[in-house]
């Protein structure tokens, strides 16, 4: 699954504001992690991935959609959501998404400290 077709992608694509969730989930998707809805919750404090990966897609950011199937705590067989980047949109970003990942993770650690 990608995008879907009624968002226009944007080339290059932009950078959200950093301390955004948004810019939280583009540094972690662009460091090659595939995030999961609790992943994210735990993780990145995005209560709502969804939303926020249209976010970036609406930035222009290709992020896939791909199926994970995982097991409540019911024991029962479910789907959710898997997020993450192409490696040749990674490849892409080069030096300006390895010193966004670099601004926004500096950033994300001083809002944790205080």
């Known amino acids: 699954m990608n995008a879907p077709a009624n968002i226009a992608p944007v080339c290059p694509p932009h950078y959200?504001?950093?301390n955004?969730?948004?810019a939280r989930l583009l540094a972690a998707l662009l460091t090659g992690r595939r995030i999961h809805p609790l992943d994210g919750w735990r993780s990145?404090?995005?209560y709502r991935l969804s939303?926020?990966?249209l976010q970036l897609r609406k930035l222009g950011w290709p992020v896939v959609t791909d199926r994970l199937d995982v097991t409540n705590r019911f024991n029962?067989?479910?789907h959710v959501a898997l997020y993450?980047?192409?490696d040749d949109a990674i490849d892409?970003?080069?030096l300006g998404g390895l010193?966004?990942?670099a601004k926004a993770q500096s950033n994300a650690a001083e809002r944790r400290a205080a």
């Open 76 to 78: 029962e067989a479910c």
């Open 20 to 22: 955004t969730q948004p």
């Open 44 to 46: 990145l404090g995005i």
């Open 51 to 53: 939303d926020t990966v």
């Open 84 to 86: 993450y980047l192409p």
């Open 99 to 101: 010193e966004f990942i």
């Open 16 to 18: 959200p504001g950093i």
């Open 92 to 94: 892409a970003a080069g």
